[in-house]
Nanobody, 116 residues
């Protein structure tokens, strides 16, 4: 059974940086289209960045130019480098395959809190 585990969150001041990690077990990212999602308090989960096995990258307008998604196939880990963080980036961050038929059970996520 494929599982994903997110890590790397924390408390940071506005303008700071964090790097999130998404580690997979039971499968490899080479067969997945991975998205990083975030869920702010009281809001629905939103997709902020995706990376495909062909290296195609996409970002939500709200994070474009500040976030970078990447993959290390040797470590079977997808990263989300987050720079110039803003208070509105606060939320729980999750990773998963963006295709509903390939999505796995959601992990616990990792909390990101950006203070002003």
């Amino acid at each position: 059974q494929v599982q994903v585990v997110e890590s790397g969150g924390g408390l940071v001041q506005a303008g700071g940086s964090l790097r999130l990690s998404c580690a997979a077990s039971g499968s490899t990212f080479s067969s997945m289209i991975i998205g990083w999602y975030r869920q702010a308090p009281g809001k629905q989960r939103e997709l902020v960045a995706t990376i495909s096995s062909l290296g195609s990258l996409n970002y939500a307008d709200s994070v474009k130019g500040r976030f970078t998604i990447s993959v290390d196939n040797a470590k079977n880990t997808v990263y989300l480098q987050m720079d110039s963080l803003k208070p509105e980036d606060t939320g729980v961050y999750y990773c998963n395959d963006i295709r509903p038929s390939f999505a796995v059970n959601w992990g616990q996520g990792t909390q990101v809190t950006v203070s002003s």
